[in-house]
């Protein structure tokens, strides 16, 4: 009898050994990226990286999905468009990875999304702008709270509209995404009957802006919308100080990547003073969901030794977030099957730490969770006072805002 | 929109602009305009400069003209090693020709731009003194201050280096060895030692010109990839190791890129370097202020 219980004990260890050792020797899921680490967009692209990083390692905490740990599978893309057909050609071919999510930014973005559409993949966009608008990818979800095209122009300029502004310059960068953002300017300022007085585009290699600034100021515009990227944003915002941009603007800013970094504002510092721009996430009361809070403390104990972003504001809890609406579709859908969590994605509503997420057709947000924030009392190289709420007082949407806009310009810079 | 105040206006960035370029150009005309070393790492050097001009004021609180005279002498001693690095692996074999030494300074540069991200992160780096930020007015034109310091600091390089190369031993021997470095051999001078000492003379100049790039505009990285063509461009305009033809080519080329960029649209800006540089190089191949050889 003890024979046979001794018999029985050592089967059933080895057969429960043997099943776990199977669990755990079953091959990762991969999450397949490129993501910028060098060049220009290397900023957001570390601290977007980073808060996926926190939900792959909160993921597999919870042992994994579909019995699997989670892996990312992740290339250097230079922040350059150039580089990314090749990379997402050999995530697909050599890495053989599950899901894809794609790079930060528009402009790495574009150039992928024929190959992913040929390839029938599904892609989780993150942070890029009317990529779709031409491929027309049904398996494209961009976690990027834009929603509708012409939402981001269109809050910006209501806002100069009640300010009583009639005229708009135009201030772009020349590449994709800051021209996508100029065109839906240009449109929504012709529905509200604005005259557009000066529209430039300047080239990315820009060294000084004074020249710019002073055609612009010259112009006389109640309103300037900077479409612009992180290293011409503080170029432009130094030159505004400067030359000054005249006492008619009523309001400047909407479209101006950068100046959601905690370190280029805390190299601004008091220069941000009256600046009107978007922002994705704030440390308003009102913008925390379930895990907001967890999320963050994870992230800044990270930041440091991964020399990204301190703060993280604008990037990472959507990088958390895109992990956590792939990790609802794999679990209610039980497997890797592209169209079926395409499916999945489409049609349900999804709770992540940026609030609740549904998609439109296009894969945007069906609607817009862009704030427009006005700086405000910022003093010169201290990061820690975007930590506390009223730096940024939230004057769009309605539902979140939290201050009235300070105009004109020149007094709200004081 | 034309307006002679706004022409005024964009004339006068465009000189202070220029300066700006020709001191970042200056030891580049010295490297590859006298000494023939396909130096593209010359950027990687001016930012490498900048962020160590970022680490004084920010860390010790210098001032970033004067971190860039104390980093000075270290880079000098930078300038030597590198060179006698290229001369031992490249130059003394032969196999500095053609793409080969570009490839050799291809790979510093890349090193140098993963070195500051490993140190200093991928963000942007500024500087903080009492001329970044404020502008002098005139009338109603504002000039910033830092593109002023930029004037005086190109200025003065110059009128040193155009001294330097024309008053001292030192100096004629490396126009010397830039013409006839067999004949300077034949006399009894080791013209590599005296390459090795221009080229440390070059990166020193850098020194300087770092800490101005970082009082121009916050720097990041990856910022070199913005330099190499305007460097290279105001070199080869001006003519080759011409120093104060560096310092009117860079001004031209200043001076062409602002008036473009406020009058007639900021798109046509960067055409207009390698535009002026091919009409240049139509007219006279040796450049506005090189000799024909």
């Known amino acids: 009898m003890k024979r046979r219980t001794l018999l029985g004990g050592t089967i059933a260890v080895a057969v429960l050994g043997l099943t776990t050792a199977a669990i755990g020797q079953q091959a990762p899921i991969k999450i397949g990226m490129s993501m910028a680490q060098t060049g220009g967009l290397a900023g957001g692209g570390k601290a977007s990286l980073l808060g996926i990083e926190v939900w792959r390692d909160d993921v597999n905490a919870r042992g994994g999905l579909l019995g699997r740990k989670v892996e990312l599978v992740v290339y250097d893309d230079k922040s350059s468009a150039s580089e990314t057909p090749a990379i997402y050609s050999k995530l697909l071919d050599v890495d053989k990875v599950d899901i894809l999510f794609a790079p930060y930014a528009t402009v790495p973005t574009a150039p992928l999304m024929p190959l992913v559409k040929q390839r029938g993949m599904l892609l989780m966009g993150n942070f890029s702008f009317q990529v779709n608008s031409k491929v027309g990818h049904d398996m494209w979800f961009n976690n990027a709270p834009w929603g509708p095209a012409d939402s981001w122009a269109s809050s910006f300029l209501d806002l100069g509209q009640k300010a009583g502004g009639k005229t708009i310059a135009l201030l772009a960068a020349d590449q994709e995404f800051a021209q996508n953002l100029a065109k839906t300017a240009r449109e929504v300022a012709t529905k509200l009957g604005m005259q557009v007085v000066f529209d430039q585009a300047y080239p990315p290699s820009t060294v000084e802006f004074s020249g710019i600034l002073r055609a612009l100021k010259a112009a006389k515009p109640d309103i300037v919308y900077v479409a612009s990227y992180p290293p011409d944003s503080a170029g432009i915002l130094r030159a505004v100080n400067e030359i000054g941009i005249g006492d008619n603007v009523k309001l400047f800013g909407g479209g101006m990547v950068g100046l959601q970094f905690g370190t280029v504002m805390e190299n601004l510092g008091s220069l941000l003073n009256g600046v009107v721009n978007y922002n994705t996430w704030l440390p308003e009361p009102q913008m925390y969901n379930d895990g907001t809070k967890a999320f963050f403390e994870a992230y800044t104990k990270r930041a440091v030794e991964a020399k990204v972003d301190p703060l993280g504001y604008y990037l990472a809890p959507y990088g958390y977030a895109n992990g956590q609406m792939i990790e609802q579709a794999i679990k209610a859908v039980g497997s890797l099957d592209q169209k079926a969590l395409a499916k999945y994605l489409r049609e349900k509503t999804h709770k992540t730490i940026v609030g609740s997420i549904t998609f439109a057709a296009d894969g945007e947000w069906k609607e817009t969770g862009v704030v427009q924030a006005q700086f405000r009392g910022i003093k010169d190289k201290n990061i820690e006072q975007f930590r506390s709420p009223g730096k940024q007082v939230i004057l769009f949407p309605a539902k979140m805002k939290s201050g009235d806009l300070i105009t004109p310009f020149e007094a709200a810079r004081k | ?293």
């Open chain 2, 1 to 293: 929109m034309f307006s002679f105040e706004l022409l005024l206006d964009a004339v006068v960035i465009g000189v202070l602009l220029g300066c700006f370029y020709a001191a970042v150009s200056l030891g580049l005309s010295i490297s590859f305009g006298l000494l023939d070393v396909p130096h593209v790492a010359h950027p990687a050097f001016l930012v490498l400069a900048s962020y160590a001009v970022y680490f004084l004021n920010e860390h010790y609180g210098v001032d970033p003209l004067l971190a860039g005279l104390l980093i000075t002498p270290l880079f000098f001693l930078f300038g030597l090693f590198a060179y006698r690095l290229y001369y031992e692996t490249f130059e003394r074999r032969g196999s500095d020709a053609g793409v080969r030494g570009i490839a050799f300074f291809f790979g510093i540069a890349f090193i140098i731009e993963v070195l500051i991200i490993m140190q200093f992160g991928v963000d942007q780096r500024s500087v903080t003194a009492d001329y970044v930020g404020k502008a002098w007015r005139i009338g109603e034109m504002r000039i910033p201050f830092r593109l002023v310091v930029a004037f005086v600091v190109a200025a003065a390089l110059t009128i040193l280096l155009t001294l330097y190369l024309s008053r001292t031993f030192m100096g004629r021997a490396i126009r010397a060895v830039a013409q006839d470095q067999e004949a300077l051999r034949l006399m009894g001078a080791n013209p590599i030692r005296i390459k090795q000492w221009a080229f440390g003379i070059a990166t020193a100049v850098l020194g300087i010109a770092g800490a101005l790039l970082i009082i121009v505009a916050p720097v990041e990285p990856t910022l070199d990839r913005t330099y190499i063509g305007r460097t290279f461009c105001v070199v080869v305009m001006a003519g080759l190791g011409s120093m104060s033809g560096t310092l009117v080519a860079a001004i031209i080329l200043g001076v062409a890129e602002t008036v473009v960029l406020t009058l007639f649209g900021a798109s046509w800006a960067p055409a207009i370097s390698f535009a002026m540089l091919l009409g240049v190089l139509a007219v006279r191949p040796q450049g506005l202020f090189g000799r024909r050889s």
